[in-house]
């Protein structure tokens, strides 16, 4: 096996805020506030055991959460948190946990949620205890998001802040500083919130605001130089990204010519990357840069080749064959180079994000694993070569990387650059991949991207590209007709890569953008603006309207979804599309061991109050048909209450099961036989008032009928935890074969329940 080396926490030269997470959708928004404040954070799982800890952090922040403190099973903090005697902050969830733990009684379900907008009056007390709110007046707006309640005020605590739905919206100990507030103050939609967590880590806590990049650029080196030693080779795959040039520069700034960079031309790249590539890390960096022109290799083996799952595997798999061609050329060189080395370390450009989707919380039905973003490659090269993994960049966000990279003297021009997805050009041609239709894409692309520089916008955006859909239009230049090509322009905003809003360009600017490339990119008849509110490429969430939160493997998001006509049940006359989620032996998310991919509708609305049906109809078919010999867990909520399960479930001693089950709290209530080509619909009858949950099924187009009703569960969610898809348990093999699972009718309605499978908005799709 081979040893992962990652950067020290730095908590030896940074005061040091330790964020726990309760699985809470924005604790890596409270790393994000610290930071920017200049006080270093660092997130860990709830779960952590203190005495595990090799460092004493400043203060400690507890985070929000999907589950009730009360539950049997919800998470908790190790007891010797309360004994290291360093500031607490409970933030929503976290501000439960603290007055549950003193007394189970303080804690309960409230009479309704309370969601969205609230204005909380502060109360001063006049001791330490005024000092969270200190500067902010009698009164702040803040967002709140939680069913639960503190019923009663913990014993040796004091009221600092209150609303007209809660009496307790903040809370204080009297003598010690420990805080609670009921609200999330990490959000944008508490203005004040950055002041607030000011307030606690610098004032309270005694946190140094000193988290600077260009000393963290000095530590770094100095750690690299005492890991890799003197004579050791690294080696490390460059692309043109941010990413990958900034941990390149570290790299060449720590150990010198020590580091060999390996530049891959598969002949998807962007118009003249490579000389650019060149000319920044070969010329103007000093690094010592080998680049492999490929192109003719990755175009051959991708002719014929449409599919956007098998593209992708074609190139990684090439990449991966070329690498480590080069590496073992690298070694021999280096034999007969004095004072040298051999290779030892592998440069990979993880960022702190992959990082926190692998320590968050994610409860006792997940597999927490250190994240891996290369996929297969540090796993061939170092199994195969006993190479070793360093990841100079784990510990930062995007922006702290640009930071970096500005400190190392990169031009803007790069360190600004909008994403790039590894497999190319490849992936954004709808169809087959040619040199032709690369190439036109390409220029495409260029001109897009050269007009959005132009006209200033190019900072504004987070990430712009044109495609090319291999399908034909007809159009008109002069007096001839023209028979070719659309390109397909997209540009978004987005703060973090996980949901984006599209960005809104004045319509003469597309328009001149669409003559330009008409008129000087031969093959192309048409282009369009795309203004789905999808995410940007790369991302493992996107937006495929009226969804949010994708979840699925390392591919691009159209290798594990597809919507069309053709995916629905034909009686669904409410929809006009149906979903095709699949699954494979690459829908490894964040290194998990289990395969997932999943939809997460997302709403503003309270679904977690009175009766709700969540319904859904699905399929399977005789081409890529589910394995039943793996457990399934389909359409489930975040802590499990009710769900489908289908496949030998774990533990069985039979070799195989399709059983397609309805489970709650994993316990069998009823059951069916999966036939292929068979539509199965259900939904869900919860109860969250009374905690019953009931199923109505039926087949095809059979309207539904209760089947099971009235079972007592704990129920719970934020409104924003249904996944629909599928989540397959392979014990992390990657030889189980592709999954089609198709679904239709998705949609959650009051009581009464809308029996017929035609939808409550039937005709009108049509």
Same mark, same amino acid.
């Given at each position: 096996?081979?040893?992962?080396?990652? *950067?020290?926490?730095?908590?030896? $030269?940074?005061?040091?805020?330790?964020?726990?997470?309760?699985?809470?959708?924005?604790?890596?928004?409270?790393?994000?506030?610290?930071?920017?404040?200049?006080?270093?954070?660092?997130?860990?799982?709830?779960?952590?055991?203190?005495?595990?800890?090799?460092?004493?952090?400043?203060?400690?922040?507890? *985070?929000?959460?999907?589950?009730?403190?009360?539950?049997?099973?919800?998470?908790?903090?190790?007891?010797?948190?309360?004994?290291?005697?360093?500031?607490?902050?409970?933030?929503?969830?976290?501000?439960?946990?603290?007055?549950?733990?003193?007394?189970? =009684?303080?804690?309960?379900?409230?009479?309704?949620?309370?969601?969205?907008?609230?204005?909380?009056?502060?109360?001063?007390?006049?001791?330490?205890?005024?000092?969270?709110?200190?500067?902010?007046?009698?009164?702040?707006?803040?967002?709140?998001?939680?069913?639960?309640?503190?019923?009663?005020?913990?014993?040796?605590?004091?009221?600092?802040?209150?609303? =007209?739905?809660?009496?307790?919206?903040?809370?204080?100990?009297?003598?010690?500083?420990?805080?609670? @507030?009921?609200?999330?103050?990490?959000?944008?939609?508490?203005?004040?919130?950055?002041?607030?967590?000011?307030?606690?880590?610098?004032?309270?806590?005694?946190?140094?605001?000193?988290? =600077?990049? #260009?000393?963290?650029?000095?530590?770094?080196?100095?750690?690299?130089?005492?890991?890799?030693?003197?004579?050791?080779?690294?080696?490390?795959?460059?692309?043109?990204?941010?990413?990958?040039?900034?941990?390149?520069?570290?790299?060449?700034?720590?150990?010198?010519?020590?580091?060999?960079?390996?530049?891959?031309?598969?002949?998807?790249?962007?118009?003249?990357?490579?000389?650019?590539?060149?000319?920044?890390?070969?010329?103007?960096?000093?690094?010592?840069?080998?680049?492999?022109?490929?192109?003719?290799?990755?175009?051959?083996?991708?002719?014929?080749?449409?599919?956007?799952?098998?593209?992708?595997?074609?190139?990684?798999?090439?990449?991966?064959?070329?690498?480590?061609?080069?590496?073992?050329?690298?070694? =021999?060189?280096?034999?007969?180079?004095?004072?040298?080395?051999?290779?030892?370390?592998?440069?990979?450009?993880?960022?702190?994000?992959?990082?926190?989707?692998?320590?968050?919380?994610?409860?006792?039905?997940?597999?927490?694993?250190?994240?891996?973003?290369?996929?297969?490659?540090?796993?061939?090269?170092?199994?195969?070569?006993?190479?070793?993994?360093?990841?100079?960049?784990? +510990?930062?966000?995007?922006?702290?990387?640009?930071?970096?990279?500005?400190?190392?003297?990169?031009?803007?021009?790069?360190?600004?650059?909008?994403?790039?997805?590894?497999?190319?050009?490849?992936?954004?041609?709808?169809?087959? @991949?040619?040199?032709?239709r690369v190439e036109i894409a390409r220029q495409a692309d260029n001109i897009f991207i050269s007009m959005i520089r132009e006209a200033g916008l190019y900072d504004q955006i987070s990430q712009a590209f044109a495609g090319l859909d291999?399908?034909?239009?007809?159009? @008109?230049?002069?007096?001839?007709?023209?028979?070719?090509?659309?390109?397909? +322009?997209?540009?978004?905003?987005?703060?973090?890569?996980?949901?984006?809003?599209?960005?809104?360009?004045?319509?003469?600017?597309?328009?001149?953008?669409?003559?330009?490339?008409?008129?000087?990119?031969?093959?192309?008849?048409?282009?369009?603006?795309?203004?789905?509110?999808?995410?940007?490429?790369?991302?493992?969430?996107?937006?495929?309207?009226?969804?949010?939160?994708?979840?699925?493997?390392?591919?691009?998001? #159209?290798?594990?979804?597809?919507?069309?006509?053709?995916?629905?049940?034909?009686?669904?006359?409410?929809?006009?599309?149906?979903?095709?989620?699949?699954?494979?032996?690459? *829908?490894?998310?964040?290194?998990?061991?289990?395969?997932?991919?999943?939809?997460?509708?997302?709403? *503003?609305? $309270?679904?977690?109050?009175?009766? +709700?049906?969540?319904?859904?109809?699905?399929?399977?078919?005789?081409?890529?048909?589910?394995?039943?010999?793996?457990?399934?867990?389909?359409?489930?909520?975040?802590?499990?209450?009710?769900?489908?399960?289908?496949?030998?479930?774990?533990?069985?001693?039979?070799?195989?099961?399709?059983? +397609?089950?309805?489970?709650?709290?994993?316990?069998?209530?009823?059951?069916?036989?999966?036939?292929?080509?068979?539509?199965?619909?259900?939904?869900?009858?919860?109860?969250?008032?009374?905690?019953?949950?009931?199923?109505?099924?039926?087949? #095809?187009?059979?309207?539904?009928?209760?089947?099971?009703?009235?079972?007592?569960?704990?129920?719970?969610?934020?409104?924003?935890?249904?996944?629909?898809?599928?989540?397959?348990?392979?014990?992390?093999?990657?030889?189980?074969?592709?999954?089609?699972?198709?679904?239709?009718?998705?949609?959650?309605?009051?009581?009464?329940?809308?029996?017929?499978?035609?939808?409550?908005?039937?005709?009108?799709?049509?």
């Amino acid at each position: 096996m081979a040893t992962n080396i990652v *950067s020290e926490s730095p908590h030896n $030269n940074f005061d040091t805020i330790l964020v726990l997470d309760f699985g809470s959708q924005t604790s890596h928004l409270i790393l994000r506030r610290l930071r920017s404040l200049g006080v270093f954070a660092e997130l860990l799982p709830c779960t952590t055991k203190i005495a595990d800890l090799t460092w004493k952090p400043k203060g400690i922040v507890f *985070s929000g959460g999907p589950s009730s403190v009360y539950d049997e099973g919800s998470p908790h903090v190790d007891p010797a948190v309360f004994d290291l005697n360093v500031p607490i902050l409970g933030i929503c969830y976290g501000c439960q946990e603290i007055a549950w733990r003193l007394d189970s =009684k303080n804690v309960a379900r409230g009479a309704a949620r309370e969601y969205g907008h609230a204005d909380v009056k502060i109360t001063k007390v006049n001791s330490h205890v005024d000092r969270l709110f200190a500067g902010m007046g009698d009164e702040i707006p803040v967002f709140m998001s939680h069913y639960d309640k503190l019923v009663s005020l913990p014993t040796g605590f004091v009221v600092i802040a209150s609303t =007209k739905n809660s009496e307790f919206a903040g809370i204080a100990h009297e003598e010690k500083p420990v805080f609670g @507030v009921q609200f999330h103050p990490e959000l944008e939609h508490t203005p004040r919130g950055t002041e607030i967590l000011r307030n606690f880590s610098v004032d309270i806590c005694g946190a140094q605001a000193n988290w =600077k990049m #260009g000393d963290f650029v000095q530590l770094e080196i100095a750690r690299i130089r005492e890991l890799v030693g003197d004579k050791a080779l690294v080696l490390g795959a460059v692309s043109g990204g941010v990413d990958s040039t900034v941990g390149a520069a570290l790299m060449r700034e720590a150990i010198g010519d020590r580091f060999k960079a390996i530049l891959i031309d598969n002949g998807c790249m962007r118009l003249n990357e490579c000389e650019q590539v060149k000319e920044t890390l070969g010329h103007h960096l000093g690094i010592d840069l080998t680049v492999v022109d490929a192109a003719d290799l990755f175009l051959g083996r991708l002719a014929g080749v449409s599919d956007p799952e098998k593209k992708r595997k074609i190139i990684g798999s090439t990449f991966i064959d070329l690498f480590e061609q080069e590496a073992i050329r690298i070694e =021999k060189e280096a034999e007969n180079t004095p004072n040298s080395g051999k290779v030892e370390w592998f440069l990979q450009g993880t960022l702190y994000p992959d990082v926190i989707e692998s320590l968050s919380f994610r409860g006792p039905s997940a597999t927490i694993k250190t994240h891996h973003n290369v996929g297969g490659l540090p796993e061939r090269m170092m199994n195969g070569q006993g190479l070793r993994l360093i990841e100079p960049l784990r +510990l930062l966000f995007k922006d702290e990387v640009r930071a970096i990279g500005r400190q190392l003297g990169i031009h803007e021009s790069l360190v600004g650059r909008h994403p790039f997805p590894g497999p190319g050009i490849a992936i954004r041609i709808l169809g087959d @991949v040619t040199k032709e239709r690369v190439e036109i894409a390409r220029q495409a692309d260029n001109i897009f991207i050269s007009m959005i520089r132009e006209a200033g916008l190019y900072d504004q955006i987070s990430q712009a590209f044109a495609g090319l859909d291999t399908n034909r239009s007809v159009g @008109v230049f002069g007096d001839q007709r023209v028979w070719g090509y659309i390109i397909i +322009l997209r540009a978004v905003r987005t703060k973090d890569f996980m949901s984006a809003e599209v960005f809104n360009f004045d319509n003469a600017f597309l328009a001149n953008v669409a003559r330009t490339i008409c008129n000087q990119v031969e093959g192309v008849a048409r282009v369009v603006y795309d203004l789905d509110p999808t995410c940007p490429e790369g991302s493992w969430s996107n937006q495929i309207a009226p969804w949010q939160w994708y979840i699925h493997g390392t591919g691009s998001t #159209g290798e594990y979804l597809e919507l069309s006509p053709d995916f629905k049940n034909p009686v669904d006359t409410s929809d006009a599309q149906g979903i095709r989620i699949s699954i494979d032996g690459t *829908s490894f998310w964040n290194g998990q061991t289990m395969e997932r991919s999943e939809i997460i509708p997302q709403t *503003s609305e $309270n679904l977690g109050t009175g009766r +709700l049906f969540y319904h859904f109809s699905l399929m399977t078919s005789t081409t890529n048909p589910p394995n039943p010999k793996f457990e399934h867990q389909i359409a489930f909520f975040e802590s499990h209450f009710t769900e489908l399960k289908y496949g030998l479930l774990s533990g069985d001693s039979a070799s195989e099961d399709n059983t +397609l089950r309805w489970c709650v709290s994993g316990i069998t209530k009823w059951s069916t036989q999966l036939e292929a080509g068979n539509w199965y619909n259900f939904a869900y009858d919860i109860d969250f008032d009374a905690k019953t949950v009931s199923l109505w099924a039926s087949n #095809g187009s059979d309207p539904l009928s209760a089947v099971v009703t009235g079972v007592s569960v704990s129920t719970s969610t934020n409104s924003a935890d249904w996944h629909v898809g599928e989540l397959r348990l392979n014990n992390g093999g990657t030889d189980a074969a592709a999954e089609d699972w198709f679904w239709s009718g998705i949609y959650v309605e009051n009581a009464p329940i809308t029996a017929t499978i035609a939808g409550p908005l039937a005709g009108q799709s049509e």
